[in-house]
């Protein structure tokens, strides 16, 4: 598919203090498409704003030792700062939480930088290339369009965007190109040994004890096609896990031999139930994730529904069962990353 950036390097040249948006609770994809964002817009000589609708996932803040990106509050004067807007890795409402109210009342200019097949009318300038096995492969482009190099701390964060939405690099989204850019951002800094420490081999104990109980509670169904699990809200205060902590959970749910479709349902405090898929080659699961609000990519997407839980369950599962049955190997490779960056309310 491909962007062209000519427009965004006009738009870039017109303003000159830069708020710069991702979704809440982000993930590596955000976050590192985030700082290299402002990284480049500062090489620019532009002034630049960090922001996000909720807290920085703890997994991810060795990513900001300065600590730059702010969480959008009462009392923040970011959207009057900043002449322009640079949203990136989403480009929907619901996914901005606190910042998506403040911009609906904000006449700022703005951008929306994605590689998500779900989006809503922002009323800005929409980038976006569902081919992009990252978001973060995008932001290295518009530094292309600008010929410039992501400094060192930008190409860790960047790296991390390209790894993270990639499984490490094992993911379907996965092509020749995606070492390619690996390598690029080695030379440019980024350290594959230290991310990996950083992200993977210092999970906290109740992190491993929350993982426990979602994986005892593990069930297939539909001749082992379908794998679901849950985790409650009581289970947070029983490990002492939190919520950003089962990011990646849902990934163990398809990975059961034979399993075609994972489900993971996630109690919210409010008693809503968020929901992330997984599939592999015949379900499109952003199409289900539609149906009940939510959206993302053919193979990884997710939505939020009403509580109680078993409610919500027995209707996905529903749905889901329906879609393999009519199931169809998908027609077309453009919309295979395994980012799911997606849920019809704030997560």
């Not at 923040?76 to 807007?85: E, L, M, R, T």
């Not at 081919?131 to 790296?159: H, N, Q, T, Y």
């Not at 409650?232 to 749910?253: I, K, N, R, W």
């Amino acid at each position: 598919m491909g962007v062209d950036w000519t427009a965004f390097v006009d738009f870039v040249a017109e303003h000159q203090r830069f708020l710069v948006l991702t979704h809440v609770r982000p993930d590596g994809d955000a976050i590192g498409s985030q700082l290299g964002m402002v990284d480049l817009l500062e090489q620019l000589g532009k002034p630049s704003r960090p922001v996000i609708g909720s807290r920085l996932p703890s997994r991810y803040r060795f990513l900001d030792p300065e600590k730059r990106i702010q969480r959008f509050g009462p009392g923040n004067d970011c959207f009057q700062w900043a002449d322009a807007v640079v949203i990136v890795d989403t480009g929907v409402w619901a996914q901005l939480g606190d910042c998506g109210r403040a911009l609906k009342e904000s006449q700022r200019p703005r951008v929306v930088i994605d590689h998500h097949l779900t989006q809503d009318d922002l009323g800005a300038m929409q980038l976006v290339d569902t081919s992009a096995e990252a978001c973060g492969r995008l932001i290295v482009e518009a530094f292309d369009a600008f010929g410039k190099e992501p400094s060192p701390p930008a190409a860790m964060g960047l790296f991390v965007a390209l790894a993270m939405d990639t499984g490490w690099f094992h993911h379907s989204s996965m092509r020749a190109e995606t070492f390619d850019l690996a390598a690029r951002l080695v030379r440019s800094g980024a350290d594959p040994s230290h991310l990996y420490q950083h992200l993977y081999e210092r999970g906290s104990l109740a992190r491993t004890r929350l993982l426990g109980r979602m994986l005892e509670r593990m069930q297939t169904l539909h001749e082992g096609r379908v794998a679901f699990s849950e985790v409650l809200f009581s289970d947070y205060a029983a490990t002492g896990a939190v919520p950003e902590d089962t990011e990646d959970f849902v990934q163990y749910c398809r990975a059961i031999e034979g399993v075609e479709v994972g489900i993971l349902f996630i109690e919210q405090a409010d008693g809503a139930i968020k929901v992330s898929f997984r599939s592999r080659d015949r379900v499109n699961v952003a199409e289900i994730a539609r149906s009940f609000g939510g959206g993302g990519h053919a193979r990884a997407s997710g939505a939020t529904l009403p509580g109680p839980i078993t409610s919500a369950r027995t209707t996905v599962i529903a749905a889901v069962e329906a879609a393999l049955g009519n199931g169809q190997p998908l027609s077309s490779t453009s919309d295979q990353s395994q980012g799911e960056a997606f849920s019809s309310s704030p997560r």
